[in-house]
T-cell receptor
């Protein structure tokens, strides 16, 4: 079975541009979460979607937005890119809503490496 | 202040040797604690998961311990291999399902 997939793997943009990152969850998983991981730090939570509805939002500016499609894939959009947006963007999927707790494990994709010049 | 603190920040060990990584947390109410291994430029992969009532969990050469009273966990790597070189991240989930990530410990195994 395919795991969580993300595209593209690498991306180089310049300041002020816009970027769209894509994520396909594990088949059957309805929850998708997005994380930003700056080099040398742990992932920071950006968004979580379940059944196409936003269920959680981290402390990120409105330049960051996301959506989930009927097939449960997801897009993360970042407008007006800043140098500080350079990071590894991780997508994670889980079977149930994150609020279900317990052993509802999140499976991570390989990430998209975004470099803003 | 980060609710999950890991130590050391980084360490270098010789191939074949053992090492122990530490994780202290203040997350409450607690649901579970996971240790993830993250290779450079890749997504984290789960190694172990423990709930409140579990004190130890093993996965091959990786053994995690949990003391829920002192809110401390450790990850012990036995007979390290070059492929163990990675960042090891401690992740604590609260009862509402929110994940709190540690900054990770960077492990380098040298021949």
């Amino acid at each position: 079975d395919a795991g969580v997939t993300q595209s593209p793997t690498h991306l180089i943009k310049t300041r002020g541009q816009h970027v769209t990152l894509r994520c396909s969850p594990i088949s059957g998983h309805k929850s998708v979460s997005w994380y930003q991981q700056v080099l040398g730090q742990g992932p920071q939570f950006i968004f979580q979607y379940y059944e196409k509805e936003e269920r959680g939002r981290g402390n990120f500016p409105d330049r960051f937005s996301a959506r989930q499609f009927p097939n449960y894939s997801s897009e993360l959009n970042v407008n007006a890119l800043l140098l500080g947006d350079s990071a590894l963007y991780l997508c994670a999927s889980s079977l149930a809503d994150v609020g279900a707790g317990g052993y509802n494990e999140q499976f991570f994709g390989p990430g998209t490496r975004l470099t803003v010049l | 202040k980060n609710q999950v603190e890991q130590s050391p920040q980084s360490l270098i060990i010789l191939e074949g040797k053992n090492c122990t990584l530490q994780c202290n947390y203040t997350v409450s109410p607690f649901s579970n604690l996971r240790w993830y291994k993250q290779d450079t430029g890749r997504g984290p992969v789960s190694l172990t998961i423990m709930t409140f009532s579990e004190n130890t969990k093993s996965n091959g050469r990786y053994t995690a311990t949990l003391d829920a009273d002192t809110k401390q966990s450790s990850l012990h790597i036995t007979a390290s291999q070059l492929s163990d070189s990675a960042s090891y991240i401690c992740v604590v989930t609260d009862s509402w399902g929110k994940l709190q990530f540690g900054a990770g410990t960077q492990v380098v195994v040298t021949p």
